[in-house]
């Protein structure tokens, strides 16, 4: 059942375009002992159908700028690859505090500097 709640909550969020990820890969490590890459491809795998839900929705309502998609596609891919294959190298330790540290560097970021005007 909890796990029922978290991919309706995480989806919901994720759909909004907000990040599904930042509260299921925490989400997944409290309830579970998997290591942190596991945790992470779960996040992966259930990102595609969201997404792809996401994405339709966003398309009908004409959201989608293509021109300006294309190159964050194409250099993403490439980002994921080198992404992917570093965090296989890093201890599962290491891993989930870094994506603690960035959680948590989002999180000020969103509280004190979001919304602000750029001069």
Do not use: C, D
């Not at 990102?47 to 009908?60: K, Q, S």
């Not at 296989?88 to 970021?109: A, D, H, N, P, Q």
């Amino acid at each position: 059942m909890i796990f029922f709640l978290l991919g309706l909550i995480t989806g919901a969020i994720g759909g909004m375009g907000i990040g599904g990820g930042t509260i299921l890969i925490p989400s997944i490590i409290l309830l579970t002992n998997l290591n942190q890459q596991t945790v992470q491809s779960i996040n992966l795998i259930s990102f595609i159908p969201v997404a792809i839900v996401a994405l339709v929705v966003h398309y009908r309502n004409k959201n989608i700028l293509l021109k300006l998609s294309y190159p964050l596609i194409f250099f993403g891919i490439f980002g994921t690859f080198i992404g992917s294959k570093l965090a296989l190298t890093l201890s599962s330790t290491l891993l989930r505090k870094w994506f603690g540290v960035f959680l948590l560097i989002m999180g000020i970021y969103e509280v004190f500097y979001k919304g602000k005007k750029k001069e």
